[in-house]
């Protein structure tokens, strides 16, 4: 299932970003209507930027909810495989039995035979399509779930981190030209996700 990979590196990569971008956006109104009462916090303003970021691949190696979604694709994805090309080698089956009755089919038969043998086909092709469209429609709302879960959990850890800016870094979308790694959260993040995730599935 590596076609999921670059579309949830993106929709991490958005996620982190909007929902700092809100909360700390948040927090700036604040101060500008406690700067309009009088009241500036100089210590506020002159608080130390604290800045990390987040691996991707890292949360793709390690988020356990992340590889048991990816590891269900996978099964059904092969099992999608396997139901349509035993599919298709049955109909191939049949067109080749039926040619090797040679001169004895008549032209009536093999008109209807070639009608028959487009529409299974056709409908074959439907099949695939409207599997792929599941598949992808489920890969969908996984990405969403994920995007939701990183969020709740990066809401609650900065209360009490206070990170100015938390960016996200992966080997296939990198918007950090250089990174230090004494500033890598990951490690913290894929085990408080890993955490939660495991007390959901205890309460199942």
Not at 7 to 30: D, E, G, M, R, W
Request: a neutral charge; glycine letters at 2%; charged letters at 30%.
């Amino acid at each position: 299932m590596k076609n999921f990979l670059l579309p949830l590196n993106i929709i991490l990569a958005l996620a982190v970003a909007v929902l700092f971008y809100l909360h700390f956006n948040k927090k700036s109104a604040t101060v500008d209507t406690r700067t309009d009462k009088g009241t500036t916090d100089s210590a506020a303003m002159q608080r130390e930027l604290k800045i990390a970021y987040v691996d991707l691949d890292s949360i793709q190696e390690n988020y356990n909810y992340y590889k048991e979604k990816m590891d269900e694709f996978e099964r059904k994805k092969e099992s999608a495989d396997r139901d349509l090309n035993n599919a298709f080698q049955k109909i191939e089956n049949e067109r080749i039995a039926f040619v090797q009755k040679g001169n004895a089919i008549t032209q009536v038969e093999a008109e209807n035979f070639q009608r028959e043998y487009t529409r299974k086909m056709q409908n074959l092709e439907n099949q695939k399509k409207t599997l792929e469209n599941n598949i992808q429609s489920e890969g969908v709302k996984t990405m969403e779930e994920l995007k939701k879960k990183i969020n709740e959990f990066l809401t609650e850890y900065n209360k009490e981190k206070g990170y100015s800016y938390i960016f996200s870094y992966s080997s296939t979308i990198n918007i950090l030209f250089y990174k230090d790694t004494a500033l890598n959260i990951t490690s913290e993040v894929v085990s408080g996700l890993n955490d939660a995730y495991n007390k959901t599935k205890v309460k199942k």
